[in-house]
């Protein structure tokens, strides 16, 4: 079942960051049961080649890919969209006209402006000229657009957001946090109250609202509030993290303190 479909039935989602440039490291999170990974340009440098492979170390595993672009810009949405991807993530959406923008890049005539190319890797290098009119609706339904709302005026325009039509609507609380002047105060009642608008103007539309959680124990509470799209940390996170309790637990368990006070009992 592909990601967008997911959506449309009410699952609720679970993904990460891709900061590493590694196709192996995608791997990984595939084979951990995650249903999605979004490819990070935003923050993270990559160059176009590396990320096909990442697209292809995904699909061998059925893991949805989707890129996060560092702007709003047609053709460096096009780029992402021909190593066939699942989905564009684009980030500080600040207006419905930034979301239309961004809508238009992704699909074909005559539902957007996404330039027409028959022999990529998302066209199968030129293998689907014969139905390429069946392939461009196919990719037009299952595409996903993910609008992350980071700044507070991208809180104002929810509703013209909302209205442009994304798949998902993405609070970004790191940045709207800063956005606000209260930067890495995610729990601040100033950002939980942005946050609860931008939840509200999307269950009005009946819509995807997607968040970061910062343990997974938060997620109950969040689709109470009707969100569905998660995201966790990124993989050097996570890497790290396993890492640091690992080592910490091996230094723990030579500490010699520790290892009178377990002969004693």
């Given at each position: 079942m592909s990601l967008k479909e997911k959506l449309r039935r009410g699952d609720a989602v679970f993904g990460t960051f891709a900061f590493l440039p590694n196709p192996n490291v995608i791997e990984v999170l595939a084979l951990a049961g995650m249903d999605y990974v979004i490819i990070d340009l935003e923050h993270s440098p990559k160059n176009w080649e590396t990320i096909e492979n990442m697209v292809?170390?995904?699909?061998?595993?059925?893991?949805?890919?989707?890129?996060?672009?560092?702007?709003?810009?047609?053709?460096?949405?096009?780029?992402a969209l021909e190593l066939g991807v699942d989905g564009i993530v684009v980030p500080f959406v600040n207006s419905g006209a930034d979301a239309r923008r961004a809508k238009a890049a992704m699909l074909y005539a005559p539902d957007g402006t996404r330039g027409t190319c028959t022999l990529t890797r998302a066209a199968a290098y030129g293998g689907l000229r014969a139905g390429f009119i069946a392939h461009t609706r196919k990719q037009n339904e299952r595409l996903v657009l993910v609008a992350q709302v980071e700044d507070k005026r991208g809180v104002e325009a929810i509703d013209s957001i909302v209205a442009a039509g994304p798949d998902v609507v993405m609070i970004g609380r790191s940045d709207l946090a800063s956005s606000l002047g209260k930067p890495g105060m995610v729990n601040?009642?100033?950002?939980?109250?942005a946050t609860d608008r931008v939840l509200a103007s999307v269950r009005r539309a009946k819509g995807v609202a997607g968040i970061g959680v910062y343990s997974p124990g938060e997620a109950p509470g969040w689709i109470a509030k009707g969100c569905g799209f998660f995201f966790y940390s990124s993989d050097g996170a996570i890497l790290l993290h396993a890492a640091k309790t690992a080592v910490d637990g091996f230094r723990a368990a030579l500490d010699p303190k520790a290892r009178g006070a377990a002969s004693a009992a």
């Open positions: 292809r170390a995904a699909e061998v595993h059925r893991m949805a890919t989707l890129v996060r672009v560092s702007i709003n810009e047609e053709k460096h949405i096009l780029h601040e009642p100033e950002v939980l109250a």
